[in-house]
């Protein structure tokens, strides 16, 4: 099977979880068996690689989330990276361009499209299997995935099918209903969109041909930025006439609010946390190394993370958005290609962070113009590079560089030190970077 | 007037505010008019200023609480040192004999004695002073404040006058009854207890020497270890027959619980925090760096500092005691005599602290068995003096010092570094302490 995995955009919806540079997918928020915690991301991938062994999977993204990938799935897996955001349509069409021109997969191959976050059994990723199977036998352009509704929901789209079959023509499509509207459609046998689909690769690649002028990929690549805006629903979908629908009546829940991801969580707390006897429906997700301590609450959820402090009742948690937009907040936490960081302090003049490098990586080979910095190594081994000259590094080490000094540190072992920035006008975009040959 | 304030014991039952090092009289929540923060000891030693320009305040407390005292009320403050903790009793017996033979007070001048924490307004002091005054009489040995009870509760013990009268003879003392017997008690015209009192200077010095064997302050000092646990009230007030109790009517709160506490604040949140408009009676006092976002609560407190978070039933937050009793955790944040220090990271081979140290203040000079240090100033000016050597510091300087080694900074301006300890056996009792002329 082919599978194209939609990783969108950041969110703030998660918050203090998911925000500007760190999307919903990557919390590890899922137990497994063996006690760890997963993301939303690695769980598909999981799941899709049990279900089949053989699955080809290629995850359509933009360049923020290239590093979180290769932390959380290995340097291995394979990306279509847009270069900026346009919409499911171009992003579609390139990843599928990508799939025949980089990976040679033949236009006869079915490709299943999905997004990366939802969370499902092994009976969906079975289901995607039959999707990609019902396009191999070419019955139509477009094979969808109806899933039966279990509520009158406002926030799909519906899918009226002709029959009750298992597989069957499409009547028509409706746009998100209210729950009145929504309850008639359910009694006429209507499906929810959940935006998961299979086709031939040549329908794909024809379809990107006529509405957008390219070559090849690398063509359609560098020509990205220049594209319309635009769903693959509103380009291809709706305008389709050869297109199929196959029920799904598995567990499919979209975990885009707290108060549904919490509902799909093993256990009420993630991290620190201590509950008395009179909390009722409370999770509690805590990144801190310190204790959340929850009295007498009620269907609440409460997230802290180093990005700040969530208490809501589950119901209002959906509202969020227009709160968190008012936070106007330095990044405390990012992972990055190379490991990750973590705000510790800020000073007016001064900003100490945490840095953990993964084993054998480094960070750019860079300069600062308006700060000093200072490096405690606290563990692990490595090498510094600093003005050309290396040194071997441990902990207790203390490397200091002056402003315009190039440097870098790679890690042998898994690396962690203390960096602490001086000046006057500490900056993320003060960051000059150079190639280690120059 | 003079006026022993009692400072007493840490508690948790402002967790994570107060906790093991940090009592609730030094939390600064309370707004005053120009804007800033102030705790409850400042805002207790401003208005009795206020009250009496000439008032003699001495603070009866044990070592812990000596340098919160020093940073927040100054370096004058007159403080009574409980070499450790002993009990109501020998507290105002050392009390009165330090007032007695190191500050000269008469033995016929009057002593008001009264808790350090309670939420008042100027009408309470102008009380203590009238106390103060009918002490002075010499009607009877002791003077009680007995405050107009506002409903029947159960955390008080009561007080019976023989009268009405703003002055009367006790009757009798009442244990903290339930509220039926407390109703009962009001009909009868009782008081609550706030164990507020006046006496002159002898009575309670002839009282110590009756049931203490000691010469003076002095001495009285150095067996402080030895005297037994026992409380004023049952020494002395419940056996005393001359005795009158003054009435007070304002008002008078003991903000021992976070539910008390936040119904004394003037604004609903402290520190970075956001509420949507669903939220009714919550309030937020946030110490840590990043916002707390409150949606559609009612009746919570959550408070938030280095040591936790707390998200709590109004109601419910009395009974936190033995949930923190189960924190078994690293202090986060202490104020120490010559600043604060914060840790900011905990690894098992480190421990990152930010330390601030105040201007003309400096660390004991020390050293660690066990682990190396690694100073990195990040703003203001000092000197260290590292096994004997002197060198000014500012803002960017790294001093490096392994374990053995005689180290300490004295800030010539508010001076802040950040310190990383390292070594497989970190902790605060790994510390050997020198003089400097050693």
């Keep these: 099977m082919n599978i194209v995995l939609l990783s969108g955009g950041s969110g703030k919806r998660l918050w203090p979880l998911s925000n ?3 999307s919903k997918q990557f919390i590890k928020i899922f137990k497994t068996e063996d006690g760890a915690y997963e993301s939303m ?3 598909v991938y999981r799941q899709l690689k049990k279900v089949d062994s053989e699955v080809n999977i290629t995850i359509a993204t933009s360049r923020t989330q290239i590093s979180a990938l290769h932390n959380q799935l290995g340097e291995g897996v394979s990306i279509s990276l847009e270069p900026c955001r346009r919409d499911t349509f171009p992003a579609i069409a390139l990843a599928t361009a990508y799939l025949h021109d980089i990976q040679g997969v033949s236009e006869e191959e079915s490709v299943v499209v999905c997004p990366v976050d939802p969370y499902v059994e092994e009976d969906y990723f079975e289901a ?3 999707l990609g199977d019902q396009a191999d036998k070419g019955e139509a352009n477009l ?3 109806g ?6 929901s406002e926030k799909y789209g519906y899918i009226i099918p002709q029959s009750k079959d298992s597989v069957s023509r499409v009547s028509t499509f409706k746009e998100k209903p209210d729950a009145e509207t929504a309850k008639s459609y359910i009694s006429q046998g209507a499906l929810w969109n959940g935006g998961v689909f299979a086709y031939k690769l040549k329908y794909v690649l024809n379809k990107a041909h006529e509405l957008i002028d390219f070559t090849d990929y690398q063509d359609l690549f560098s020509r990205y930025g220049t594209l319309e805006k635009i769903s693959f629903d509103y380009a291809v979908v709706e305008k389709e006439k050869e297109i199929q629908v196959m029920r799904f009546k598995g567990q499919w829940k979209d975990l885009g609010t707290w108060n549904t991801l919490t509902e799909a969580m093993e256990e009420a707390s ?3 946390a201590i509950m008395n ?4 429906n409370v999770h509690i997700i805590n990144e801190l190394n310190v204790p959340v301590l929850a009295m007498g609450l009620e269907d609440v959820v409460i997230s802290a993370s180093p990005e700040g402090i969530l208490v809501s009742d589950k119901e209002q948690s959906s509202y969020i958005k227009p709160f968190v937009d008012r936070i106007d907040q330095q990044i405390m936490f990012a992972e990055k290609s190379w490991g990750s960081f973590r ?3 800020i000073e007016d003049e001064s900003l100490t962070i945490k840095v953990t490098l993964n084993p054998g990586h480094r960070m750019n080979y860079h300069s600062h113009r308006n700060r000093n910095e200072v490096w405690v190594v606290i563990s692990g081994t490595g090498r510094t590079i600093v003005d050309g000259m290396e040194q071997e590094v441990c902990a207790g080490d203390v490397i200091t560089m002056q402003a315009g000094c190039r440097h870098t540190v790679v890690a042998c072992t898994e690396l962690k030190l203390i960096e602490v920035q001086l000046g006057k006008e500490i900056s993320v975009h003060d960051k000059q970077k150079f190639s280690l040959e120059a």
Tied chains: 1, 2.
């Design 128 to 130: 995607l299997k039959r």
């Design 343 to 345: 705000v510790l302090d």
């Design 147 to 152: 899933i039966e509704p279990t509520y009158p």
């Design 20 to 22: 500007d540079i760190r």
């Design 143 to 145: 094979v969808l995935m």
């Design 270 to 272: 993630v991290g620190e």
């Design 277 to 280: 006897e009179n909390c009722r």
């Design 41 to 43: 991301v690695q769980r």
